[in-house]
């Protein structure tokens, strides 16, 4: 599985989620199997197809993102998840541990 971790979607209008959406859904080099929101993180982490092109996909949401400033975006290779937290392994940098 494939996953892009967006930290601080939750901070964004409903109007600018659902823009995001609609136009991610016409992308035919990825698709979006599954989604998970983390709250403490005000986060969401999107789970792509076997298919996708994670890099692409990437590119796709930064470039859609450029100017929310409180937006980041990253590849994620590995999640561990618990009762009490959920470990994000990132591919550019260090782990992330966010409490459920």
Known sequence: ??????????????????????????????????QKIILNDNSLILELDTNSNVSLAKKFIEDFFKKESKISVKIVNNIIQNDTKIVLDFEDTKSKEVML
Do not use: D, H, P, V
């Open 1 to 34: 599985m494939k996953f892009i971790y967006i930290q601080n979607y939750l901070t964004l209008s409903r109007e600018e989620k659902r823009e995001f959406f609609a136009l991610i859904g016409t992308k035919k080099e990825f698709r979006i199997t599954n």
